[in-house]
């Protein structure tokens, strides 16, 4: 009998996202990125791992990938307010601002004590997704 491999401390998975996350923290996205992707081909349905992806790539201005990584999280967790407003982000980085406007709109609805959401509601600006963590 095949064991699937767990997510938690001891696990290979855990240990590259721990470490993406470190150099994430750390403003190396690059570095981030390389580790991440790795934990996320072990552990495809992890939206933690997607989420920092998707910032890591953002940062990287990587924004076609971010998006594709936030839109993954949204169709399998469409209340994840925070992926909403990532991919708004992604999607007004693209010229797509309209489209973005909506996302905020939707993290705003889902997480209306978030100021973060409705100031991007405002402005839409081009802030990276990882400046609101």
């Known amino acids: 009998m095949r064991r699937e491999p767990g997510f938690d401390e001891h696990s290979e998975a855990y240990a590259l996202f721990r470490r ?12 981030a990125a390389q580790l991440l992707e790795r ?15 998707g910032r890591a790539l953002f940062a990287l201005g990587e924004t076609s990938r971010a998006a594709a990584q936030f839109e993954a999280i949204v169709a ?3 209340d994840n307010d925070y992926a ?13 601002a309209a489209e973005g406007r909506g996302r905020f709109r939707l993290a705003a609805a889902l997480a209306p004590r ?3 959401y409705g100031e991007a509601l405002g402005g839409a600006s081009d802030a990276s997704p990882s400046d609101a963590v």
Do not use: T
């Not at 993406?20 to 570095?31: E, K, S």
């Open 39 to 53: 934990a996320l081909a072990l552990e495809p349905d992890r939206m933690s791992i997607r989420e920092a992806l």
């Open 76 to 78: 399998a967790v469409p």
């Open 114 to 116: 978030r100021r973060l």
């Open 84 to 96: 909403q407003y990532a991919l708004g982000r992604c999607l007004v980085k693209m010229g797509r």
């Open 20 to 31: 993406g996350m470190a150099f994430l923290d750390a403003r190396h996205p690059g570095q």
